[in-house]
């Protein structure tokens, strides 16, 4: 049967925007940043050293904002504490007040015990007002002694292990949210929370990489190569686990060719071909692919490799905000009759529009910003020295 | 510096005493709660909820597409001007297989001329609403229990719980809810719940000029309703996806969306 356009007369609005593009891709930030650092601690990359502690600080930055998206789109925020307090355990949203506690206090209790020494140091050195907040930071103890330092390192050690399944669950458990409704063609696949867990490592992985740039050439953290190296191999291997993901869901769609390929197809080669084929795809998942692949196979001089792993970086950024952009807004270009689409245009300046997106982007930077100016991001051995 | 056991202790102390104070302050019951909890009048009549269960049949080879059913609910609950709790659509379907289907204004005026091009082999009107599904997905996802299914099989949205995530619109299969832009929170059909806990038919019933809408108790046993879901061939909308609706149509149609 060959249908002409029709949607039902509810299916006219787009009620998750730029906020629901937002979040995950805030999200996504600290699972991949905290993948960096638990590569470190857990699976003893030690060439990651520099970056541990940045990688920490960013996660934490971004975890202070991650619930400001959804609070701005709710109908009702002021509502918003009834999901921990009278929870519908059957709901997987009921599922993320609890998991983002959860995460957040491993969190800031790695933080925490990384920069202790620190603290107590500011502490130290400090006076009047300062002092106070210096001692209000340490929680009132200032025990920096080898022995309480040897214990701070083995409870980071457990965070770390214990941190690493909390980040894949958090962003997971995003990809469930949208791949466990079935009444969503475009959304209803198993393979949802791979995709977005594997997107989530790479874009956190790639903004740490140029954040990390950007402090070494201000001269406020250590520099060193292999590190950067490193990132951008874990980076290029992360990637071809998010490609292949994605594109098996792609063809997983093409080859079952059930009812919803009509949905999937019209998206693909109509609504979403600028975004998803040209932007996400064409120049996101395919210039990143190709530069990073020839940067470790060929043998060039660093400052080129430097240049191009940036270059991917940024692009990788761009793509996975674009992938956010795709499945969410994607997945309400058509009505629940399947046969009937719209378009949508967001405004500047609305509750859910680009600048609130934008400014609710830019926030944990800013935070990130006012992180840095606190704590040194320099290793063990540079603030030795 | 050295390791203080007792400056730990304090710590642990001073945390713990905040964590009580915490839960005191949440656990202890505010001045008049009590009085508020019994403050319900004892005249009023509650519903005997598990002695009902209720259905609705629509019956297509009936429907005249004149919009009653439309209008009724729009006046009787008060629907936002541009959304529907219940609608009607028209399929015209030609002898090359192509389906025209339009929905103008929800059916709300009514429909005019023919959009089919072609020579039209069938052409019938469809009117939907909430299927109150049995496994229903919105009130699985519902995150604060705003969205509930009663204990007669009515699914109903508690507008001073629900938070306005829009979880449930997206979860509804059938387009049946909305975010109502007056309340910010989900609304939808509610089979006239203040109407049939009173022994009254739902707005949409009362108005159908051709009994094309029909809506029972299955816990009945004199209910026509019953004999016509039992005996009569019927189908529900997307039974694929195991929704479980307790919305029965009879005389559908392949076509049908």
């Known amino acids: 049967m060959i249908y002409t356009e029709f949607s039902f007369p509810n299916d006219m609005h787009i009620y998750w925007s730029l906020m629901i593009v937002t979040y995950p891709f805030i999200t996504g930030l600290i699972a991949g940043a905290f993948v960096a650092s638990a590569l470190y601690h857990v699976f003893g990359r030690d060439e990651l050293a520099p970056v541990n502690r940045l990688a920490l600080l960013t996660s934490l930055a971004f975890m202070l904002c991650a619930t400001l998206p959804l609070l701005n789109h709710l109908g009702h925020p002021e509502r918003a504490f009834n999901i921990m307090i009278t929870p519908n355990f059957r709901s997987a949203i009921a599922g993320f007040g609890f998991i983002y506690t959860f995460y957040l206090t491993v969190l800031a209790l790695e933080v925490w015990l990384s920069y202790r020494p620190d603290i107590v140091r500011a502490y130290h050195q400090s006076a009047g007002l300062k002092k106070r907040f210096w001692n209000a930071l340490a929680l009132g103890t200032h025990n920096v002694s080898e022995e309480a330092l040897r214990l701070d390192a083995k409870v980071i050690y457990v965070l770390s292990v214990i941190g690493l399944p ?4 958090l962003h997971g458990y995003v990809g469930f949210l949208f791949g466990s409704l079935k009444s969503n063609p475009w959304w209803s696949t198993p393979l949802m929370p791979q995709v977005f867990l594997l997107s989530a490592v790479i874009s956190g992985m790639a903004m740490l990489m140029l954040i990390y740039l950007l402090l070494a050439w201000r001269g406020l953290t250590t520099w060193s190569f292999a590190c950067f190296r490193s990132m951008a191999f874990f980076l290029w291997l992360f990637l071809v686990f998010y490609i292949v993901s994605e594109g098996l869901e792609i063809l997983f769609f093409f080859y079952e060719s059930s009812d919803a390929w009509y949905v999937i197809s019209t998206l693909i080669f109509d609504k979403l071909w600028n975004t998803f084929v040209v932007l996400q795809i064409g120049i996101g998942v395919t210039i990143p692919f190709v530069l990073l692949s020839y940067l470790l196979m060929a043998d060039v001089k660093e400052r080129t490799f430097i240049a191009l792993t940036a270059l991917s970086s940024a692009v990788i950024l761009f793509e996975v905000w674009m992938m956010r952009w795709n499945i969410v807004i994607g997945g309400q270009q058509f009505s629940k009759s399947y046969v009937g689409f719209r378009d949508f245009h967001p405004e500047w300046l609305e509750k859910e529009g680009i600048l609130p997106a934008i400014l609710l982007t830019l926030l944990p930077l800013m935070i990130l910003t006012v992180l840095l100016k606190l704590f040194s991001v320099k290793d063990e051995a540079s603030r030795a020295k | 510096m050295h390791n203080d056991p007792k400056n730990r202790r304090e710590f642990l102390k001073a945390c713990a005493a905040a964590g009580a104070a915490g839960v005191w302050v949440l656990l202890i019951p505010r001045p008049g709660a009590a009085q508020r909890v019994h403050h319900i009048d004892p005249s009023l009549q ?4 598990m002695d009902h269960y209720y259905a609705y049949v629509i019956d297509l080879n009936k429907c005249i597409g004149c919009g009653n059913c439309v209008r009724a609910c729009k006046r009787e609950n008060k629907v936002h001007e541009k959304f529907f709790r219940t609608w009607v ?3 015209q379907i030609t002898d090359e297989d192509h389906v025209y289907v339009e929905s103008p204004n929800g059916g709300h005026d009514g429909f005019s001329g023919n959009v089919a091009h072609g020579k039209v082999t069938r052409s019938f009107f469809v009117p939907k609403m909430c299927n109150h599904c049995r496994n229903t997905p919105c009130t699985q996802v519902c995150p604060v229990h705003a969205s509930y299914q009663t204990p007669e099989g009515v699914i109903l949205v508690d507008k ?6 829009a979880y449930c619109v997206q979860a509804c299969p059938y387009g049946s809810r909305f975010i109502d832009p007056r309340t910010h929170t989900a609304d939808k059909c509610t089979w006239c719940y203040h109407r049939i806990t009173k022994g009254l038919l739902p707005a949409c019933v009362t108005v159908c000029p051709t009994n094309t ?3 029972g108790d299955l ?10 879901i039992h005996n009569a061939r019927s189908s529900v909308l997307k039974p694929d996806l195991n929704t479980e609706p307790f919305c029965f149509y009879i ?7």
Not at chain 1, 166 to 169: I, Q, V
Not at chain 2, 160 to 165: A, L
Not at chain 2, 251 to 257: E, H, L, N, Q, Y
């Open chain 1, 166 to 169: 909390a980040a894949c669950t």
């Open chain 2, 219 to 228: 816990k009945d046993e004199d209910d026509q309703i019953r004999e016509l």
């Open chain 2, 213 to 215: 809408r029909r809506f």
């Open chain 2, 89 to 91: 659509e028209r399929y």
């Open chain 2, 160 to 165: 001073k719980r629900c938070i306005g995530c």
């Open chain 2, 251 to 257: 005389g559908f149609d392949r076509a049908i969306r």
């Open chain 2, 46 to 49: 509650v519903p005997d909820w």
